[in-house]
Nanobody
Framework: QVQLVESGGGLVQAGGSLRLSCAASGRIFSIYEMGWYRQAPGRQRELVATISTGGSTTYADSVKGRFTISRDNAKNTAWLQMNSLKSEDTAVYYC??????????????WGRGTQVTVSS
């Protein structure tokens, strides 16, 4: 019913930038909080950043000042601008959203992820 599709990952040198996109589609009534998470090999999935419907944001300490989360409520899309990338940012990045679909309860949805690799 609801799909989240990430794009924009890839290979970048340390110090470079990438912009990830997350587009939500389906029978959507409304989208609440959206967020980005990441999972590196052998590690647990961790929060990167979140953004509320009104634009309030939170960030992991490790990305503050380097990453910026944003969204367009009309387009059901969120972005993660990643600057000054470091090798430790290498991970699969996942989009998450709390979505109220039409006719079904509010639920948390995940995208399939996009790989970000930062070479040193």
């Amino acid at each position: 019913q609801v799909q989240l599709v990430e794009s924009g990952g890839g290979l970048v040198q340390a110090g470079g930038s990438l912009r990830l996109s997350c587009a939500a589609s389906g029978r959507i009534f409304s989208i609440y909080e959206m967020g980005w998470y990441r999972q590196a090999p052998g590690r647990q999935r961790e929060l990167v950043a979140t953004i509320s419907t009104g634009g309030s944001t939170t960030y992991a300490d490790s990305v503050k000042g380097r990453f910026t989360i944003s969204r367009d409520n009309a387009k059901n899309t969120a972005w993660l601008q990643m600057n000054s990338l470091k090798s430790e940012d290498t991970a699969v990045y996942y989009c998450n959203a709390y979505v109220k679909p039409i006719g079904t309860p509010l639920s948390s949805y995940w995208g399939r992820g996009t790989q970000v690799t930062v070479s040193s």
